[in-house]
């Protein structure tokens, strides 16, 4: 039972950053933007938040730090992207090799240094308690943002009318014009917000989760599959949250299973969680697919089955909005 | 002619903002910009071994962006690219490793056949995610990368270690019968050189002389037209990533039986993602496409003496790389924006 | 509101769409705006609505010149649009759809909605998603966000379709308490003829760009039909383009299912000889499109079966029609017909066969002289005018045949181009080809038919020989006067 407590515990501090990227991406999509480049911003935010904590003594600084990076590329993301009109895909993609080139070089004298380290917060009242005690009751006080912004945003999104805007933004841009409502502006704020998030992210695993930069970084990865994770959530907070814990499951497990079989290298179960991740897109996806599609129409039953599984993406996702070229 | 001043305004401007970024990184890190770069180019042309180097790097990057000219041109996101070198080198090294005492060059040749299946079958496996599972493959590109990282570290801690000591510095070496004759003293293979040209001169061929390449070009203009002209885009989109798969396939191969004689966890090297790089930045004009490749070379061989001589991580080069292809968008955008409005795209 | 349109011009490329349009609409008034496809009424209504501006020409709301219009702003002017396909948020749930634009909060929206749905016989659930409504419903809903936003000026694109008959009753009863207060405005365009009569005191008829007239109640159908569809005589080409071809079918169509993305064709049943020509005539959006693509097998059958020279196709996949002689010409040329970047030499090589089988392939040069394109063989496709890509994506088409569908084949071309390109349709069809075409002008059906197969409110109302009808009796159909199948 203790040892449930503790891998549970395990599984929500690790799971930390993984949420608070795919929450910020969700939020980033939902207004229609796609911002590729998390795997770079994180390992670029996680290399500043250690750098910035060395040099000033100051973890939270380092946090800070760490936010402002995700705010600037996700800047750039939204200036080349929605007001430039470059294509998204291709800024994302290059941005993250350019940020991954650029943590490792900027993060080359504080490799394997003691990296500061975030205090870790009792809870008072929670820490007490049996078996919640021990897995929600001591953490860094990330993982307690990280748990607290699920239902924040999940609210947020569906229950507040900015929210309202925001989804309308990202489902049909010229609908949401016509009405007034801003288009560039939320895409750009909620593409800030969302990178700012990310950048958390990376503070996290760099001053919380695995204090310290190295080469290679333990975050590496970590940003495709928070973009996995988007889709496979349905771009939900909620069930994308659901989706980051169960892979932050997969990690603990890969690590206590690794223990045992002390033959296979680390980086085997490193890479474990990728076939899952097209597995997850596979069974996401596959209701566009003309033959899945005639089956359906066929059985009524898989109909339903399948739209029970089915992602729908933000409408207008990934693609920039001109107002001048309508009409 | 007011267009090529403005296309060669717009170089000249975006060297000279990724410059700027550059120098920018090198204060923040304490170096000194213009000795470091000074040391870079050194490191790259500053003695025929070095030459030589560039030269030998400069052939993946010129299969992998002669194979992403394919895809692209198809409208395809090869971000798979990567594991297809891997799988490249990881058959070549399979078909080799019967053979402890070496052979002669039929050996050699059909090790690269194996790389070119390898990275042809990782490739149309991404492909196959895409057409018949919807998968976009951007996403079905990486998994397959990680799980290609994951199946070479397997092999080599595992099935293919080395007898006593299975470490990372890979599989035991081939037999040196094996290895592609070098030009003395340049570590660069002649051989290597001309498959990377040829290569290159057949991507173009088929891309701009051949009815499949116009039916590759016309499927990642308008896939619905293509479907309505009869061209079956979803066959098209296979043939494409099976190509460059191969020539990605092909580039792994090189790697093992003509650089390092071994498989290694690090044999691709980022080719792969630097080779997306040079296309993107050569917009998929063809003719840009060796010169880029040949200056990306450069930063990467050139960034191997930053940590001996300066104490700096050598992935300088990367940031370099990424700096001009964000610089060129960026002039891009702002020309289209505020210089050239309702040109479109 | 006092609507002033002075010398409005609206051109799109090469395409007039509103020439020179003078129309003063007093407020207090429900106004009819009746025309055929492309008569220039949706543009007008969307200069008015904000959606577009006029490329000469002024618009004037009560007095004051209404400058640079978006949606937002016309909104915030009083002008409010019901179009056809309202711009609303297919994934979203109807009250979010209701309030968005405005800010308020839920119980009071659910509240407001309630009351209106009430008022007007509407039953809307407000937790469903407005994909899940039918376009009848969404229509609704469009027209109670704008009016609860107290719009002065409502205009209203085609809004009895797919609603009940209580459900336009009450709508009716609605505009006119509307129209009854003194500052509003209501704009009712309709192809119903019987609505319009019932409705509006006025009615203003468009042609071709140009307003041909207003005319007052009391209003008879006779009268705007001919107003709207005119006798302007097309070319016609002999009395041999009238014969009908006495041969086994070609096709044959027995009671087809036909599934669409938004709607469904069903029940149909019909021959095709060959060397004939049927007209598809009715308003856009009615199914002529989803039976065209139907035949070309890019839709989904789920029902009856489809022969051609004998084989049955329904079912089978595209490259299978293309391959027993079906080739389909689409309306939206560039978007779905041709490759921007690619040189026109390129398409020709692309359409050729792949082995050389069938008749000798067109060459580029050949191309561009038998069908008068301006260009060279290597203009790219996107350089191209809307008329030459018509051309173009004409001059690909196979040699041999055994049947031709054409989405609106001669859209946007002067009538000279277009007498060329239905010469060659012609040659074609004595080849004994047959066509089967869509087109908004009813002068170009009659003339070029041998058949007519009219369409009204999504469904197949009429499959009559050409010589056995006229222009008046068609012009009835397509507005929902009479049905005959």
Redesign the interface.
Known sequence: MEFLALTLAGIVSTGAPLVLATLGETLTERAGVINLSLDGSILLAAMAAVAVGLLSGNPWLGLGASGLVGILIAGLVAVLGPVLGRSQVAVGFILTLFCRDLAYFLGHPFARKLGPELPVWSLPGISALPFLGVVFGRHSPVVYLSLLLIPVLWWWVFLTQPGLELRAVGEKPQAAFARGISVHYLRILYTLVGGALVGLAGGTFSLAIKPGWGRPQGAEGAGWIALALVIFGGWHPVRAALGAYLFAALQVLGIMLQESFPGLPAPLFQVSPFPVMILTLLVVNMGRTGWIQDLAYRYPGLRRWVSRWQASAPAALGRNFQPEKEG | MASSTRSLGRIIAAILLSFLVTAAVLLLADAPPLRTLGILLQGGLGAPAKIGQTFAVWVPLLLGSSGLLLTFAAGLWNIGIEGQIILGAVFATGFLRPFPEGGGVVLVAGALAAGILGGALWAVTAGGLRTWGRVHEIFGGLGLNFVALGLTLWLIFGPWRRPGVASMSGTEPLHPSLWLRELAGLSLSPMSLTVGLLAFGAAVLLLRRTRWGLTLRAVGQNPEAALLFGLRPNRRILEAMAVCGGLAGLAGALQVVGVYHRLLPAISSNYGYTALLVTMLASCRARFIPPICLFFALLNVGSIQLPLQLQLDSSLSGVIQGALVLAVFLVQGLEERFLFPGRGR | MLIEFQDIHKRYGAVQANAGIDLRLEPGRIYGLLGENGAGKSTLM?ILAG???PTRGRLLLNGKVADGL???AA??LGVGMLAQDP??????KVW?NF???K??RRSETLKRLQDLSHRFHLRLPPEEKVAELTVGERQQLELLRLLDLGVKVLILDEPTTGISVTQKEALFGTMRRLAAEPDKTIVFVSHKLSEVEELCQEVIVLRRGRLVARVAQPIRAKDLIALMFGAEPHAALGTEARTQPLEPPLLTLDRLHLLGEKFALEDLSLEVRPGEILGLAGLEGNGQELLLRGLAGLI?V?GGRLVLDGSELQGRP??AF?RAGVH?V?AARL????????SLA?HV???LPRNGRGTAPLSPEDAISRFSIQAQPSTPARALSGGNQQRLLLSLIPARLRLLLLEHPTRGLDLEATRQVWQHLVERCRQGTAILFSASDLDEIFAYSHRLLVFYNRRLVANLSTRATSLEAVGRLMAGQERTV
Request: zero cysteines.
């Open positions: 969307r959606h577009t501006r978006t949606p937002a909104l915030g711009l609303d948020f297919p994934a979203l979010e309030v968005l634009g800010r308020r989904r789920v595209y490259l293309r389909f689409p978007e779905e017909g041709l490759f921007p970047e690619l390129d090589h692309l359409a």
